[in-house]
């Protein structure tokens, strides 16, 4: 079992910056892959990044690809995502995810675990 908090959320302008984390539970949280997904309102949950149990990959949407960096740090049980050159559209809450990775990435269904999700608004 592994339970998931994410922080950092807020208010941003356009063209700023957020770093997301994601405290992990758990004593197997470096046995899992890792996702942040995020979901705006009237809109369905979406798959922004993803990294896998040691870090060694990482897979991001079309969307924040170039903008967006996903870690994480298994010695603090933890992922993180900053996000840089924020734009309006990135307004959403924000979760984090594990599954075990054998199943793959970029689907909500591939993931066991879920935070509560953290508020990101970017203004323009």
């Known amino acids: 079992q592994v339970q998931l908090v994410e922080s950092g959320g807020g208010l941003a302008q356009a063209g700023g910056s957020l770093r997301l984390s994601c405290a992990a539970s758990?004593?197997?949280?470096?046995?899992?892959?890792m996702g942040w997904f995020r979901q705006a309102p009237g809109k369905e949950r979406e798959f922004v990044a993803a990294?896998?149990?040691?870090?060694?990959?990482?897979y991001y949407a079309d969307s924040v690809n170039g903008r967006f960096t996903i870690s994480r740090d298994n010695a603090k049980n933890s992922v993180y995502l900053q996000m840089n050159s924020l734009k309006p559209m990135d307004t959403a809450v924000y979760y984090c995810?594990?599954?075990?990775?054998?199943?793959?990435?970029?689907?909500?269904?591939?993931?066991?675990?879920w935070g509560q999700g953290t508020q990101v608004t970017v203004s323009s």
């Open positions: 990294i896998t149990w040691n870090g060694g990959r990482t």
């Open positions: 995810a594990a599954g075990s990775g054998s199943r793959g990435y970029r689907a909500s269904s591939e993931y066991d675990y």
């Open positions: 758990g004593r197997t949280f470096s046995s899992y892959a």
